[in-house]
């Protein structure tokens, strides 16, 4: 999932999904 979450920020196309993906990653690491 981690992995998942790297590759999308990496490569999304507008930083609002960036900025996305690591509030999804801080949840993950929070759970």
Not at 17 to 23: D, G
């Amino acid at each position: 999932m981690i992995e998942y979450i790297i590759t999308t920020t990496t490569t999304a196309p507008t930083p609002i999904q960036s900025t996305t993906s690591f509030y999804q990653h801080g949840l993950s690491i929070a759970i």
